[in-house]
């Protein structure tokens, strides 16, 4: 099975991209994140043409989670209850090898700049957060977390560290708190298979940060430890970050036997 995560930055300018992106890689399930757009504009229809199943927890203009599966699935959104109600969360209960396990895709709240209620609803949203992944390992002990974090992890996982220690995406306060979810019983999936720097998901649009390679590592997979053995590989498919009007993230793409 063919998980990916893609934070698509508005799903209707984009759809051409998912859907070549989703044949491309052959991706059974793909979560995107900041789609955009209300439920009622989500292109659900091109997807169907294609053969895929979608799904969409959106609001007008900001945010939005989204699954584009190749099966029918059983979606929840509401069981977190998002701090300033807004859309960044979407969960789905996946049969594999008779064995269920829970698929959750997230968008972080940014939580720029520091000091203002933006950043303590990002650090209210990653509490209320760490409570629902605790109530839910005790009742399936299978469960994969994936998305746009907004959360860069080490040093490592950004060009000049320096530059980032006063953001929200790098704050230590922040660092530690996706330090605790990972303590609840999930590792860092990409750094199982690559430990090497400039690992990165994001680019800015400005300064040609793509070209420089000036990015950063905010979106990622968190595979629970009774999962690891179904794990072949996680790796970043930058190459979409070259497209014609890409978004400023590139796909995360986990592959599971």
């Not at 950043?119 to 605790?134: E, G, H, T, V």
């Not at 420089?212 to 009774?226: P, T, Y």
Request: aromatic share 12%; net charge positive.
């Amino acid at each position: 099975m063919i998980i990916a995560s893609w934070n698509i930055n508005s799903i209707r300018i984009r759809v051409d991209q998912v859907i070549n992106y989703l044949k491309k890689e052959k991706i059974d399930i793909l979560l995107l994140q900041e789609i955009k757009t209300e439920d009622k504009n989500f292109p659900y229809d091109e997807f169907k043409k294609k053969g895929y199943y979608s799904y969409s927890n959106g609001q007008k203009s900001y945010n939005g989670v989204a699954i584009i599966s190749k099966k029918e699935l059983e979606i929840d959104i509401n069981n977190f209850k998002d701090p300033l109600k807004q859309s960044r969360y979407i969960c789905a209960e996946i049969n594999y090898k008779n064995n269920n396990f829970l698929l959750i895709s997230i968008y972080l709240p940014n939580g720029n700049p520091i000091n203002t209620e933006k950043y303590d609803y990002k650090k209210k949203w990653m509490d209320s957060f760490a409570k629902l992944i605790k109530g839910k390992i005790k009742k399936n002990k299978n469960i994969i977390i994936a998305g746009d974090f907004n959360v860069i992890p080490n040093e490592n996982d950004v060009d000049n560290p320096d530059d980032w220690l006063n953001d929200a995406l790098f704050k230590l306060e922040i660092r530690k708190k996706f330090r605790d979810l990972l303590n609840l019983g999930f590792k860092d999936g990409l750094r199982l298979f690559n430990q090497e720097p400039k690992q990165y998901t994001f680019w800015d649009y400005q300064q040609g940060s793509w070209q420089r390679n000036k990015g950063l590592r905010i979106d990622h997979f968190l595979i629970s430890d009774n999962m690891l053995g179904n794990l072949k590989k996680i790796e970043i498919d930058k190459y979409t970050r070259g497209n014609e009007r890409p978004s400023d993230h590139a796909p995360i793409k986990c592959v599971l036997i």
